[in-house]
Structures are given as structure tokens and as C-alpha cells.
């Protein structure tokens, strides 16, 4: 690996292990048992810094030890490689550190990964692939702080260098966690986000007038995650339970939440276990984490980092108290899962696990975990990966500055994910564009939206909605009935089967990687309930399926679903032109874009849902919807139909 190795800091700078300024003494090498131990000094001056190398083999992969450096290394950059054939570097969605992802090449039939061992790492941070790398960069590799006192932990670093013709034998094998939360309860639920409360006392009035509007048109199986602003007029995160007084303090957030329970909505308030104010009652300065230049870590306005330790000790008495306070049945921990741990290490020399990412990662794993086990609890994600199966739901934002356009490699967030911890959502759907939707695309009939539910479903994910004060609420209604349903099948079941298409052909990962049909991303998924998804991720290409003799055609971003116990969602042409469509026992959901459309006992141009229940249909449409027509007798084949009579019109 070129320009890779450790790097050290001498005579008030550091060097990278290419730099001939720093003079590299052979010492000693012997094999013991099947490992090459291989001893060097490094000097500069009068400093030096001793290093032990140990190289074996396990399988496929090449192992690594190095330890040592005196307290002077700065960590270890994993480099480049030269000479491949043909490279092609492969990003794997959901496995990175912060933004940065961890790379596979492809060579001449062969894959490559390398890693630091995050297992026995040493490092304060870990890094994934460097944007400005000279050649193919895999990994960045580690990082090292230093303390208060001036000194960095003693390296001991495990870089693993695995090759394989088969892909999964490449990706890091990580035991699955002893025992994951039931991630059932989440299984029905739409996320949705509210936006920012202002700081006034209608503020919870409007938030509960929106969700009354969410409810009126049907969408009852909702998550409803209130923002920091929930708890404070500046906006700030809290571990306590004192309301915002602009908004009316505690008086007013109480009867606002005695009024989402009469909605019957599943909601969750905000906390932050990694930050607290000195105003806190639970405030202690021995608490806060410290630089590397011994101040207190900033955590935002008028806030400090709290030390992992110091976060554990507060977090399961803190979360039972806003459970209990509030009755609130979800709670979201935010940050933990979000960013790396790098971003909250305590340096304070005095902690024998000052600076040192396994034991901020420990103990904040043994954080969420703890949350969990006192009720329901969501985290915002990111690099949530290193926490799967401690928390029961996390948000799922892709990394990228148009997340868009990476290609539908879908098989490690479903077979290492998914079973254990709920997704939802891609990030908003303006995250998912990086930013790039057209004012004039933002409705229930933009592909911008389609081609965002159709990823959410490809990753198994639960559905997010869009904002209905920027999308219109016609968008979060076509986005909940697209997708309430299926993800009520899929989300936390197991998948049997992927596979990549291209020109009738369906091939397994490898296959698809080597060739690059991964690269169309039109995938063919089986989860183990017989669901079956599939969904054209490509940008250029229509894809036609068959289903019972029934041809679709799926344009770019679109997706088609079915169940065993007849649910069919899709977004397609099935011969009428283009619509988006859900039918399912308990209703039928159809947009038919403009044109004239029948479906079982449905005729309509426009777009309506239609519910049936215990001798009443409910009929509502949505935006423009011209007449709509219904025959009953689909719905009561077996009944004598009598005289029907319009009970009510509500507008």
C-alpha cells in the first residue's frame, strides 16, 4: 500500500513513513510460530521511538500488529494502491465512518479491502477514504490525539488486508449483537418529522393543528418525532424536562401531548446524552470532556460535552423520567448514532481511556442499550452500523453530496442491518438530492418523490414523509399509502434473495459487481415472508417485469411490490400508462395522474383513496380528482345489496 504506514510526530512535526528526514533502524526479525515478528527504531534527532511489527496470515486476509511508538505516533494511513488492472472502487452504503466510506477495489477478478481492526484499535478515530488520495484509496485509517498532558496513547493498531474473487468474503465479519431490541413495534409506523416550533405560545397549537390534518386523511400509523425546539425556545438539546417558556413551559407542552394521545399517535421526544448546560442540575465540571489542549469540549451554545462515562451514569435515569413525566411512548437519543465517536473523546489525561474510540464506542453502545431497555427508542443515524440492534429505529441518511446517484448495492444494509434495528427514510428528501430538488418538483406527482420511495423500499426501510408545508400534503399522503403497507412486511424481515438485473438476466453480488450491473441498479429482492420488490434505481432504462401474465413497465426510479396475502404497490405502467397504486385488504389507493383509470370496482381520472368497513365506503379524493365510480358489489359479492345513500361529504 504506497505512501502507507505510521505516522509519527518529531521535532515539533510529524512525518509520514515516507519521509526520509526520519532515520528507520532495522533491529531484529524472527519467526514465532506462524507469525514474522520484525523489530525497527525510529530516530530524529535524539528522539526515537521503538515499533514492533507482527505479520501473519488467517485465510484470505493478512494481518498486521503494530505497537509501539513512545507515546509520538499520530496514527497509521492504511495509503494507496499502485499497479491494479483496470481498478474500480466499490462504495458499500451504511458502512463509513462519518463521511468518509470504506472502499472495496475490484482487479482483475479480485476484490481488496484493508481495515484497521476497530475491534482493537487503539486510535481516537478512525477514517475512511481520503477524497485527495493519490492512487485508489480503500480506507483512511487511524488517528491518535493527544492528551492534556502532551503525549498520545501507545500505538497498537491491527490493519487487516483481505483478497477474495467472492465480495462478502471481503467485508469485515462482525458477530451480530448478543442480544438486539425487538424492532416489531416500529414495524407499522411512518416517520414523521415535525419542523422547527417557533418560539411562541401557539407553536404546540400549529403542531397539533398539522397532525389533526395528517389524521383527517387517514394516516394513522405514524412516529411523530418532535425537534429540540420541543424543549427550548433556542432550539438546544436537553436531558431534562423543563418545556420552552415562549411556548407556554410545561402547562402547554403537557396539554398539547394529552392531545396527541387523543389522535392515538406513537411520538417521541428529544434528548442529548452527550451534551448538558451548566445550568443543569445534573452539571458537574469533573463531567465535561477536555480538549487535548484542556478546555472543556463545546457542545453548542452553552453547552459541554459530557464524558462517555458521565453520559451512561445519566442516561436510563434521565430517559425514565421523560417516559414517566410525559408519558411519552418513543424517545429519540440524538448524536450518539450520528457522527463518530472522534467527535466526543474526553483527552483528559487523568482517564486511563482518555482519547482512546473503543471505550467512547463501549461505552456509548452500553448507552443506547440501556435507553433502550427502559421503552421504544430512535436514534437520528449515520454511522448507526456501529450500533445495530441496540436501538429499536434510526433515521438512515446516505452519505455523499448527492446520495441519489450512488447505485443500488443494497446487500450489506439488508443482510447486516436490517434484521437487527429499524430503518426509515433516506434523510430527507432534500438530503437524498443533496440539496438539488427543483421548486417545481416538489409535489405528489415528481419523480423526485417516486424515486425516493422506491429507494427507501429497496433498502427495507420505513417510510419518511416529506414535509406537507413544502411538498403539499397530497405528497405525504401518496408517500404514507405507497408505502405503510409494505414496509409493515418488510421492515426487520429477513431477506432470502437479491439479485441485479440487466437484459433479462438476474445476477448474484459478485457476478453483479465484476460486471458492473450493480452500476443500473434495477434489483430483483425476496424477503423471507414471500414479499417480493422490484425496483429500477437507473437513471437511463425502463424496466419490464411480468407478474400473473400482467406486463409493467417501470421507468427510472420506479418500483413494483407483492405480498402473499395480496398486497400490490407500484409505481409503473401496467398498460394504462403511467399511475402509482396500493391496493391491499383494507384499501385502494390510486393516482392516476390525470388519465382515466380502472381498477377492480374504482373508475376514476385523478386521485382517490377508498376504503371499505363493515358496510361503509369511505371515499376520499385527493388534489384535482375527477367523478369517481364505485361498484359495491366488489366489496359484498356475497350480500344482497340494498338501496345505497351518500351518509356524508367532509371537504
Not at 491494479?84 to 465512518?97: G, R, S
Not at 478546555?295 to 452553552?302: E, S
Not at 407478474?547 to 401496467?574: M, N, Q, T
Request: with cysteine; net charge negative.
Amino acid at each position: 500500500l504506497a505512501d502507507g504506514g505510521v505516522m509519527i510526530e518529531m521535532g515539533g512535526r510529524i512525518w509520514s513513513a515516507e519521509d526520509e528526514d526520519i532515520e528507520r533502524h532495522f533491529v531484529s526479525c524472527e519467526l514465532v510460530g506462524n507469525c514474522v515478528e520484525a523489530r525497527w527504531q525510529w530516530k530524529h534527532g535524539s528522539e526515537r521511538a521503538d515499533f514492533l511489527y507482527r505479520i501473519s496470515i488467517e485465510g484470505k486476509s493478512l494481518l498486521v500488529d503494530c505497537v509501539g511508538g513512545n507515546g509520538r505516533a499520530t496514527g497509521v494511513s492504511l495509503g494507496h494502491v499502485e499497479d491494479a488492472l483496470t481498478p474500480k472502487l466499490i462504495d458499500v452504503p451504511y458502512f463509513n465512518f462519518g463521511d468518509e466510506d470504506v472502499r472495496v477495489l475490484a482487479t482483475a477478478g479480485v476484490f481488496m479491502t484493508t481495515y484497521v481492526d476497530w475491534f482493537q484499535t487503539n486510535a481516537s478515530g478512525l477514517n475512511g477514504a481520503p477524497a485527495d488520495a493519490a492512487g485508489p484509496p480503500l480506507n483512511g485509517g487511524c488517528t491518535y490525539l493527544p492528551l492534556t498532558d502532551g503525549k498520545r496513547n501507545a500505538l497498537h493498531e491491527r490493519v487487516i488486508i483481505t483478497a477474495s474473487r467472492q465480495f462478502e468474503e471481503v467485508l469485515p465479519a462482525m458477530p451480530p449483537p448478543s442480544k438486539a431490541v425487538d424492532q416489531s413495534a416500529l414495524k407499522p409506523l411512518v416517520w414523521y418529522h415535525l419542523p422547527p416550533l417557533g418560539a411562541a405560545e401557539e407553536a404546540y397549537v400549529e403542531a397539533y393543528e398539522s397532525l389533526l390534518n395528517l389524521k383527517e386523511k387517514g394516516l394513522d400509523e405514524l412516529l411523530v418525532l418532535h425537534p429540540a425546539g420541543t424543549w427550548t425556545d433556542h432550539g438546544g438539546t436537553t436531558v431534562g424536562t423543563a418545556a420552552a417558556p415562549a411556548k407556554g413551559g410545561e402547562d402547554a407542552l403537557s396539554e398539547y401531548i394529552d392531545a396527541l394521545g387523543d389522535l392515538s399517535y406513537t411520538f417521541s421526544l428529544q434528548t442529548n446524552f452527550t451534551a448538558v448546560s451548566p445550568v443543569h442540575p445534573a452539571w458537574e465540571p469533573t463531567a465535561a470532556c477536555l480538549r487535548s489542549d484542556g478546555n472543556m469540549a463545546p457542545a453548542g451554545p452553552g453547552a459541554y460535552r459530557l464524558r462517555p462515562a458521565a453520559a451512561g451514569a445519566l442516561a436510563s435515569a434521565a430517559t425514565e423520567n421523560i417516559r414517566n413525566h410525559f408519558a411519552a411512548p418513543a424517545v429519540e437519543a440524538v448524536e450518539v448514532a450520528a457522527v463518530p465517536p472522534l467527535e466526543r473523546l474526553d483527552c483528559d489525561s487523568r482517564n486511563p481511556d482518555a482519547a482512546r474510540f473503543q471505550a467512547a464506542l463501549r461505552s456509548e453502545q452500553a448507552l443506547l442499550r440501556s435507553v433502550s431497555e427502559t421503552g421504544l427508542t430512535v436514534a437520528p443515524g449515520g454511522n448507526h452500523w456501529l450500533y445495530r440492534g441496540l436501538c429499536h429505529g434510526f433515521t438512515a441518511p446516505l452519505t455523499g453530496e448527492d446520495p441519489s446517484r450512488r447505485p443500488l448495492l443494497v446487500d450489506f444494509a439488508l443482510r447486516f442491518l436490517h434484521p437487527f434495528s429499524a430503518g426509515a427514510g433516506l434523510g430527507s428528501i432534500d438530503e437524498f438530492y443533496g440539496g438539488k430538488v427543483p421548486e417545481d418538483q416538489r409535489n405528489a406527482n415528481s419523480s423526485y418523490l417516486i424515486r425516493y420511495l422506491a429507494t427507501t423500499a429497496a433498502y427495507g426501510h420505513a417510510a419518511r414523509l416529506p414535509e406537507p408545508v413544502t411538498w403539499g400534503t397530497a405528497a405525504a399522503v401518496k408517500t404514507y399509502y405507497m408505502l405503510q403497507r409494505l414496509q409493515s412486511l418488510c421492515v426487520g424481515t429477513g431477506i432470502s434473495q437479491i439479485h441485479y438485473h440487466h437484459d433479462g438476466n438476474y445476477l448474484d453480488l459478485t457476478e453483479a459487481l465484476m460486471s458492473g450491473v450493480h452500476t443500473l441498479s434495477q434489483l430483483q429482492l425476496e424477503f423471507e415472508n414471500g414479499v417480493q420488490l422490484n425496483v429500477n434505481g437507473g437513471w437511463e432504462e425502463d424496466w419490464t417485469i411480468e407478474h400473473e401474465e400482467r406486463k409493467y413497465r417501470l421507468p427510472p426510479g420506479c418500483f413494483w411490490a407483492h405480498s402473499p396475502d395480496g398486497l400490490i404497490v407500484y409505481s409503473a405502467d401496467a398498460g394504462e400508462g403511467h399511475i402509482d397504486y396500493a391496493h391491499c385488504d383494507d384499501f385502494i389507493f390510486i393516482d392516476t395522474r390525470g388519465a382515466e383509470f380502472t381498477s377492480g370496482p374504482v373508475t376514476l381520472s385523478g386521485c382517490a383513496l377508498v376504503q371499505e368497513r363493515k358496510w361503509e365506503i369511505d371515499i376520499l379524493p385527493f388534489g384535482e380528482c375527477s367523478e369517481i365510480q364505485i361498484e359495491p358489489a366488489y366489496f359484498w359479492a356475497d350480500r344482497r345489496l340494498p338501496r345505497l345513500r351518500l351518509l356524508g361529504v367532509h371537504s
